[in-house]
T-cell receptor, first 112, second 118 residues
């Protein structure tokens, strides 16, 4: 039972354009959401998070949007840079900070 | 300092052997987590500690797996009688409400230990 879903396994975007990565969840108990970036042979790196009491959180080039009624969140990266090429994981927590449930990831490639 | 460190980075073993991995969390963090990641999947939760207490274990953590955090600092994850299905990346993460590194909700990961069982 995949409680966190990233339905796009890959995404290609030109440098300077916007990258939009999507994530859907099914568990209504999730109330904290995070995005991680992962390079090959490294552990996931925390990018940005959002609590369910907000619908938007912004940090530099990264913005996360949360639509609770649709159980959907998205990560916007603008402008995209070649160094953003990596696998991006969406993760969710029930608020107990006991464990994260991850999606299967989206591989982003930013082309010149 | 530093971030979360894990040793070894790679381990190749034969089926049936025991292996042990070590994780050193960010020093001010009192929560420590273990995850497993296989190809094409996101990390899957195995277990977590608050200080030295193991508070939750996933059903993925069979009786061949044991984790300890004896002094509330570093942690070890042991797999006994390894099977080929245990081949994966084993990730450790930590979190805490003190210091500069975020809240309990934000977990910071180490580089992982890649286990290959032949």
């Amino acid at each position: 039972d995949q409680q966190v879903k990233q339905n796009s396994p890959s995404l290609s975007v030109q440098e300077g354009r916007i990258s939009i990565l999507n994530c859907d969840y099914t568990n209504s108990m999730f109330d904290y959401f995070l995005w991680y970036k992962k390079y090959p042979a490294e552990g996931p790196t925390f990018l940005i998070s959002i609590s369910s009491i907000k619908d938007k959180n912004e940090d530099g080039r990264f913005t996360v949007f949360l639509n609770k009624s649709a159980k959907h969140l998205s990560l916007h990266i603008v402008p995209s840079q070649p160094g953003d090429s990596a696998v991006y994981f969406c993760a969710a927590d029930t608020g107990t900070a006991s464990k994260l449930t991850f999606g299967t990831g989206t591989r982003l490639q930013v082309t010149l | 300092d530093t971030g979360v460190s894990q040793n070894p980075r790679h381990k190749i073993t034969k089926r049936g052997q025991n292996v042990t991995f070590r994780c050193d969390p960010i020093s001010e963090h009192n929560r420590l987590y273990w995850y497993r990641q296989t190809l094409g999947q996101g990390p899957e939760f195995l277990t977590y500690f608050q200080n030295e207490a193991q508070l939750e274990k996933s059903r993925l953590l069979s009786d061949r797996f044991s984790a300890e955090r004896p002094k509330g600092s570093f942690s070890t994850l042991e797999i006994q009688r390894t099977e080929q299905g245990d081949s994966a990346m084993y990730l450790c993460a930590s979190s805490g409400a003190t210091g500069l590194r975020g809240s309990y909700n934000e977990q910071f990961f180490g580089p992982g230990t890649r286990l290959t069982v032949l």
